[in-house]
């Protein structure tokens, strides 16, 4: 077989995980390579990735076949100790398998040995999957060490092959062999090994010659009927971080120490039959109280907030309680959890640390994730490498690179307000004004769309809609992508979204490419307006903004499309039910910004923040060292009684209107009038022309991931039919 290197980008290739042989028309073979038992690390995950841009760009291929050069082990499973150093790039898993299931490219796995964890995920993704009867296994361990599949399993095993025995598949963790996996369906064929290579060459010669477009194309049409979408992989990858902190789960992965794992060896041949000795000794250590409630009559929110965790599903339904706990008990908390930091939830505090940015770096990350990951050194999701000054930024306190994903968010004085500056332009009283009667029309069509119905749901029709199709505008991006990039941002970081998307499970890797070709195109085509040809003509220090600078700045922005919307929702169901409150708007309009502002402070949607410390330092009593992380706490801050009296009451005359929900300090949000812009107009439109709304209470359905955006992602209301009003028409 003649090979090629898997990729031709110098800072993997001493690292390659597999080889791709190109000698056929029509047709690559990929070998996994990674020896000794061939597991998947974050380099192979990088590489996929490529490898996938690569088929998708080059329209000569058209069928892929993935095999390994380990007949004992087709992919054995994760390698988790090099994820932990480098787990950013897990984040693309998602975006891999959904690419892999919907390219134009057909794709078969030819499999010998054992296919685990990840490496059976891949498998599924496949659209065609043949085994060797002598050697394939096929298995998902994870309930056997206190986990759930995260990658894909739990969402194709159901559409493969029914119910009943996907909960077989997944709950007994066992491995089972070739026979069992054609017999229920997890694959297509089982053949002996000697006749394996003979009968998939023959089928991918075959498939190479046909058209490309007529394959590409029928395969979509069937693409139509039981792919998964990214939402419901998502859904799986939330549970995983709060079970990991499960007494069990962290008893059962105890046991993998010392026993073979990740070596050849004995366990990791048999993985299935070793997970029934993991069980705990007592058997009453399986079971899972909640932590929180240590009298077992309630909510314990000092014992939550030993452990805080605003991932956990105890943070959302009980946050105003755990605030107000740790503000008059430990202010400035440390937890051990999502990897270590320390919680500040006082106002002046959190405005201490706001300002300070000598102390308080933002350049090596400012959103907390619910599992810790060391930072990427380049940018976007395959990690390119940076150019310009930016470059050169220096490592952390912990030799950590900085991020920088997000610009001028992620960076410190005196950089921070020098890009800042760069992007004022569009943000300014006089651009907003101008912007303002467009989305006033664009409010009125979205309104005039649902008007007649008498029913609707706020998010899916009003607010995402209008903040995603104006953050389109704004940007310079095209307007008819508005509900890919909704559905991709809102999933990703709320865990749902309120619309579907224009194209099929859009990627983060799909979304990343358009934004880089629109900032190609408009260095030729400028677009007058735009935030992007407005950075393209702006400099800083005498010099231009390189592209991967641009499309950090865009990144942060598009921000809106799910930030926005969840506020926007959480402001309409308060005013549902305070209609009283509601009609001294409709009876005092000029109520209104005094009204959004409150709305702001009480419904914050984004309810913390990070810095890391860059030198020790004493806050609160407490001593911080350097390198370690700092969640400012804005929700608790919004909420502080000594700032806001009565701080869980909406009241519109409240005099200080100096909340936390733009942040504070110099990276306070430039986008701040912006948003009022667009809550001001489409709460004026709604007031006026649909003043009886009333929510449907039953049908509200809260964000998935309230601890990185808050609020709801369907609101359906009912409400009584009236008329359109017309005016300009926006395509979209």
């Known amino acids: 077989m003649t090979q090629s290197s898997a990729t031709q980008r110098s800072s993997e290739q001493a690292d390659a995980q597999f080889a791709i042989d190109r000698t056929h028309p029509g047709r690559w073979t990929i070998t996994f390579s990674n020896p000794p038992i061939n597991m998947f690390v974050p380099t192979t995950i990088v590489e996929l990735g490529a490898l996938l841009a690569e088929l998708e760009a080059d329209p000569s291929v058209k069928v892929v076949v993935f095999q390994s050069a380990n007949p004992e082990f087709f992919v054995a499973h994760l390698d988790v100790t090099k994820a932990a150093e480098r787990p950013g790039v897990l984040d693309l898993w998602r975006d891999i398998v959904l690419r892999l299931s919907s390219t134009r490219v057909v794709s078969i796995a030819k499999i010998r040995?054992?296919?685990?964890?990840?490496g059976n995920e891949f498998v599924l993704a496949c659209d065609m999957r043949f085994s060797s009867r002598q050697t394939a296994i096929f298995g998902n361990p994870e309930v056997g060490v206190g986990l759930v599949p995260g990658g894909g399993a739990m969402e194709w095993l159901p559409r493969l092959v029914g119910r009943s025995r996907a909960l077989e598949f997944v709950l007994s963790a066992d491995d089972f062999d070739a026979d069992i996996a054609e017999r229920y369906g997890w694959v297509n064929r089982t053949l002996d090994d000697a006749n394996l290579d003979s009968f998939v060459d023959a089928l991918a010669g075959r498939l190479a010659s046909f058209d490309g477009k007529t394959l590409a194309t029928a395969k979509a049409q069937i693409n139509r009927f039981g792919m998964p979408t990214a939402a419901e992989l998502q859904s799986s990858n939330d549970m995983i971080f709060p079970m990991l902190a499960w007494p069990d789960a962290?008893?059962?992965?105890?046991?993998?120490?010392?026993?073979?794992?990740?070596?050849?060896?004995?366990?990791?041949?048999?993985?299935?039959r070793?997970?029934?000795?993991?069980?705990?000794?007592?058997?009453?250590?399986?079971?899972?109280?909640?932590?929180?409630?240590?009298?077992?009559v309630g909510f314990d929110p000092a014992m939550f907030a030993q452990h805080f965790n605003q991932f956990s599903p105890d943070y959302a339904p009980h946050f105003r309680d755990i605030y107000s706990h740790m503000r008059s008990h430990c202010p400035v908390a440390h937890t051990d959890e999502v990897g270590g930091f320390w919680a500040v939830t006082r106002y002046e505090d959190i405005a201490r640390v706001a300002h300070d940015s000598e102390t308080f770096s933002s350049s090596y990350g400012v959103f907390m994730s619910p599992h810790p990951q060391p930072l990427k050194r380049g940018f976007g999701p395959l990690d390119e490498?940076?150019?310009?000054?930016?470059?050169a930024y220096p490592a952390g306190p912990n030799g950590e690179a900085p991020r920088l994903n997000f610009l001028p968010l992620e960076l410190d004085p005196p950089l921070h307000g020098q890009y800042r500056k760069a992007v004022e332009a569009p943000f300014s009283d006089e651009a907003l004004s101008q912007m303002a009667p467009w989305i006033l029309a664009l409010t009125d069509q979205l309104i005039d769309a649902i008007i007649g119905k008498g029913q609707a749901d706020f998010c899916?029709?009003?607010?995402?809609?209008?903040?995603?199709?104006?953050?389109?505008?704004?940007?310079?991006?095209?307007?008819?992508?508005?509900?890919?990039?909704a559905w991709f941002i809102q999933s990703a970081r709320s865990g749902s979204s309120s619309v579907q998307p224009k194209t099929e499970n859009p990627s983060e890797l799909e979304l990343h490419q358009r934004v880089t070709?629109?900032?190609?195109r408009q260095r030729t085509r400028p677009l007058a307006g735009g935030v992007i040809t407005h950075l393209l003509e702006a400099t800083i220090d005498g010099r231009k903004l390189e592209s991967w600078e641009i499309e950090a700045y865009v990144w942060v922005l598009l921000g809106n499309v799910a930030t926005t919307p969840a506020c926007m929702a959480s402001a309409f169901v308060w005013l549902s039910r305070n209609p009283e409150q509601r009609r001294r708007i409709v009876e005092r309009p000029d109520l209104l910004p005094d009204a959004i502002e409150e709305l702001l402070r009480v419904f914050q949607p984004v309810h913390a923040v990070t810095r890391t410390v860059l030198r020790d330092v004493e806050l609160a009593g407490q001593s911080l060292k350097a390198g370690e992380h700092v969640l400012l706490c804005w929700a608790s801050g919004n909420l502080d009684e000594t700032e806001f009296p009565n701080a869980d009451k909406v009241d519109f005359d409240r005099a200080n209107k100096r909340h936390m929900s733009f942040g504070v300090g110099r990276h306070y949000c430039m986008g701040a009038d912006a948003v009022r812009l667009e809550f001001r107009t489409m709460f004026e439109r709604i007031l006026r022309r649909i003043p009886d709304f009333r929510v449907e209470e039953a049908g509200l359905r809260p964000t998935l991931v309230p601890g990185v955006v808050a609020g709801y992602a369907h609101v359906p209301f009912v409400f009584a039919p009236g008329r359109k009003v017309g005016g300009p028409h926006i395509d979209f």
């Open 460 to 485: 899916r029709d009003l607010s995402t809609p209008l903040a995603s199709i104006y953050t389109m505008k704004f940007l310079g991006l095209p307007l008819e992508d508005w509900s890919d990039y």
């Open 385 to 391: 490498e940076r150019t310009g000054p930016l470059a």
């Open 274 to 296: 070793y997970l029934p000795s993991f069980a705990p000794a007592d058997a009453t250590a399986a079971k899972q109280p909640n932590p929180m409630d240590k009298t077992g």
């Open 250 to 272: 962290q008893a059962r992965r105890a046991k993998l120490r010392g026993i073979g794992y990740g070596i050849h060896s004995d366990f990791e041949l048999n993985f299935g």
């Open 517 to 520: 070709a629109e900032v190609a």
């Open 113 to 118: 040995g054992r296919t685990r964890g990840i």
